[in-house]
């Protein structure tokens, strides 16, 4: 799947070594990490909600291994048109829950299909149109 450069973004290393194994099913991703907790990263960074904001105002595709409430808080104030959105989805430090956040119908919800079935785990894609009409 062809994105605007997919960024994995995680704050301590059990979310950097789930990232690195998703990964390769994402064409172009990298592993962001927040820099005094992760060493191993393609990019890192030192405030979380700085950085997801810069990722979003790019447009790029955010993969969060991180909890949803940081993303929410993160990304509530640049929300203006849901046709403009860049995916964003959030995958438990465990790898048992892929939830597409934002962006459902510019790819987060495939996205969330390709990591639930590598991982064996339901997504908990909830855009009218995939529940409706799969």
Known sequence: ????????????????????????LVQGATVHGLKERVSEVDVPFEKAVDHLRMLFLEGRAIIAILSTGIVVRALGPLLTDKTQEPPVLVISEDGQSVIPV?????????????????????????TAGDTRFG
Do not use: D, E, Q, W
Not at 2 to 10: E, G
Not at 16 to 24: D, E, F, T
């Open 102 to 126: 934002l962006g459902g119908h510019s790819g987060a919800n495939n996205l969330a299909k390709i990591f639930s079935k590598t991982l064996k785990v339901k997504s908990s894609i909830t």
């Open 1 to 24: 799947m062809k994105l605007k450069s997919p960024a994995f973004v995680v704050l301590n290393k059990t979310a950097a070594k789930l990232a690195r194994s998703l990964v390769p």
